[in-house]
């Protein structure tokens, strides 16, 4: 069912924080690895054995039918499912760079710093625009007004929001657009420096032309961070994605190169979705 | 189908019946409302409020009760307070008089306010302080299990419990065991422990209310539990949570039963902050309002001067009371426009 050609596990110690060598074909350096995961909610079993391998810097996208656990599979790459009474990750393990994250030495906090997430829901602080950018920051300890400041400059310029706020830095956030607001979780996102970015169907409350720009917006992104990104929308997997892992019903029915899922796809279920047969 | 049948007659009959019930019922309440208010402002008025500038009577406000005295003197009847009558007699030494005396008839009832309100500011500084730290335990960190349900159970408990039993615990607990008397402290914790329920719960609801969003988004960008909470949670809760003890502020100040036996003295002379040393103030009973009531009500012999305090420390009391949830509707709707999501 998975096509994922399975690999002799590397987790020794000594190797244990390098880059593992890729597990799957077409992705030459791995950020995240994903491996053997089942996942309940309580008793709810929502993912089946999923394994996955996430290439650094290039976008890859989760699609399929609503409940089939893809967002799910994103909130375990932070561990935003701690939250959760009973949410638990039931057998396998999730590794970033070769450190297994769900490992008691790992710190949540640390890991989230270098993971960051844009939810599904807009969800900009009561603050004002500045003050939603420099959050990260001032939480991580920086006090240096001038290292804020040039760190919000960046992030808003990154999020492709700089030229719209730049006059009204110290109004609140809640007086922006919902593409704005958006593309503001974004800035504040990336105003921590992660690593990885994980978005969770950023577009799904947003007119075509604000998701053109946050999509415009993910492919600049790529260049200097891995990214993540659930979607319902096929196109916009098309449009933005390198690699596209396709699920249905908590299980990973196939990843591969986007052209290739889309163009000639390996399963019929893939097919199937894709062309809108069903989902 | 058209004809009036007796039967629809009938039901029409008990239709009408049932809604001038229900109609009653709702004027009832009105009309007592009405009566109470009407009664105690027109009695209470004309203790508080006086004909000539400034037309509040200030005294009454700014005095400590006093006893008042009655005698004939030369045809006409005189009622002085005690100060005046001690007055009086320095001027009329050789006239013998043999009046009678109306306990806290006379004078004011300024340390009944100060009382009051140092008793509202003590308990609910209490209250809040262990209400608000509960609640966040147990809205943010505890996880449903055996001894959140137990605590929970506890806490509808304590909501439940009648105020003269706190104030039989605080007597038991607060005055006897630990020896701290009839004090202000005594009454902050009996009081405290009384609002504690609402406030734990109006602060449970504020802090509900903060979306999940807020919290994820702040833990997403790396930010510890308590970060999140302490800024991003809290702040948009507070307005909510101090809105709703606004409600509890006139809850403490109202109970007579809790502070009978932990808190309020019938009558003192000193003003609270008259004290030989600091830690004094803490062990010290006050006067309080509504006891004052009770006991100018109750415990002294009731005659046509008694009326004046009864009624007019009632008003003030009233006074008061609207006052404090005036303050608590009035920052709850402006707290709900600036906040929205």
């Not at chain 1, 997430?117 to 003050?131: L, R």
Request: aromatic share 10%.
């Amino acid at each position: 069912m998975v096509n994922i050609i399975e690999m002799p596990e590397i987790t020794s110690p000594t190797i244990a924080n390098q880059p593992a060598p890729s597990p799957e074909p077409g992705v030459e350096r791995a950020m995240i690895e994903i491996e053997d995961v089942d996942f309940s909610y309580g008793t709810h079993q929502v993912l089946h054995d999923v394994s996955l391998s996430v290439p650094a810097r290039a976008v890859t996208a989760f699609i399929g039918p609503s409940g089939c656990g893809k967002t799910t599979l994103l909130r375990c790459l932070n561990r935003m499912n701690d939250l959760i009474d009973g949410a638990q990750i039931t057998k396998g393990s999730i590794r970033i760079e070769g450190t297994d994250i769900n490992a008691s030495s790992v710190d949540v906090v640390d890991l989230r710093r270098r993971v960051g997430m844009v939810f599904q829901k807009s969800n900009p602080f009561p603050k004002s625009i500045y003050d939603n950018v420099a959050y990260g920051l001032r939480i991580a300890g920086v006090t240096k007004r001038s290292l804020i400041d040039e760190a919000v400059e960046k992030s808003l310029r990154s999020a492709a929001l700089w030229e719209e706020v730049k006059d009204r830095l110290h109004v609140s956030g809640y007086g922006l657009s919902g593409g704005q607001q958006q593309r503001l979780c974004i800035a504040r996102a990336l105003a921590v420096e992660p690593e990885i970015v994980l978005m969770d169907e950023p577009c799904s409350a947003l007119d075509p032309i604000a998701t053109a720009k946050v999509e415009e917006l993910i492919r600049q992104l790529k260049e200097q961070y891995t990214i993540v990104i659930v979607t319902h929308n096929m196109q916009q997997a098309g449009r933005c994605s390198d690699r596209t892992a396709f699920f249905y019903l908590g299980r990973l029915i196939e990843v591969d190169d986007t052209a290739k899922i889309f163009s000639n796809p390996g399963q019929r279920q893939t097919e199937e979705y894709i062309t809108g047969r069903f989902g | 189908m058209i004809a009036v049948t007796s039967k629809s007659r009938r039901s029409r009959r008990i239709e009408s019946a049932i809604f001038w019930v229900l109609r009653l019922a709702t004027y009832f309440i009105l009309a007592c409302a009405t009566y109470i208010f009407l009664d105690i402002g027109i009695k209470g008025g004309r203790t508080v409020f006086t004909t000539t500038p400034p037309f509040i009577n200030v005294p009454f406000l700014t005095e400590p009760p006093q006893t008042l005295y009655v005698f004939d003197y030369e045809g006409k009847t005189l009622t002085l307070s005690d100060r005046q009558f001690r007055e009086w007699k320095t001027t009329h030494a050789d006239v013998e008089v043999n009046p009678s005396s109306v306990a806290y008839s006379a004078g004011g009832i300024w340390p009944c306010i100060v009382g009051t309100a140092l008793l509202v500011i003590g308990s609910m500084a209490l209250a809040l302080l262990i209400g608000i730290s509960s609640a966040i335990y147990l809205s943010e960190y505890s996880r449903n299990g055996r001894m959140i349900r137990l605590v929970r159970i506890a806490i509808l408990n304590l909501a439940g419990v009648p105020s003269i039993v706190f104030g039989l615990f605080g007597f038991g607990l607060f005055v006897i065991f630990f020896g701290w008397n009839v004090s202000l402290i005594a009454g902050w914790f009996t009081l405290g422990l009384m609002v504690l329920p609402a406030i734990i719960t109006a602060s449970e609801e504020s802090l509900r209310a903060v979306p999940q969003g807020l919290r994820e988004g702040s833990l997403a960008l790396g930010a510890s539990k308590w970060q999140t909470i302490r800024k991003n949670v809290l702040p948009y809760a507070m307005p909510g949570i101090l809105t709703s003890s606004i409600l509890g502020i006139a809850r403490v100040a109202g109970e007579t039963a809790p502070i009978m036996f932990t808190a309020a003295y019938a009558m003192k002379d000193e003003m609270p902050w008259q004290v030989a040393r600091w830690t004094d103030f803490f062990f010290q009973g006050v006067m309080a309002l509504p006891y004052h009531i009770y006991v100018v009500s109750s415990k002294i012999p009731q005659n046509e001067y008694t009326e004046r305090v009864q009624y007019g420390g009632a008003f003030v009391f009233l006074f008061l009371v609207m006052l404090i949830a005036l303050t608590s509707i009035v920052l709850r709707e402006r707290s709900r426009s600036r906040l929205s999501w």
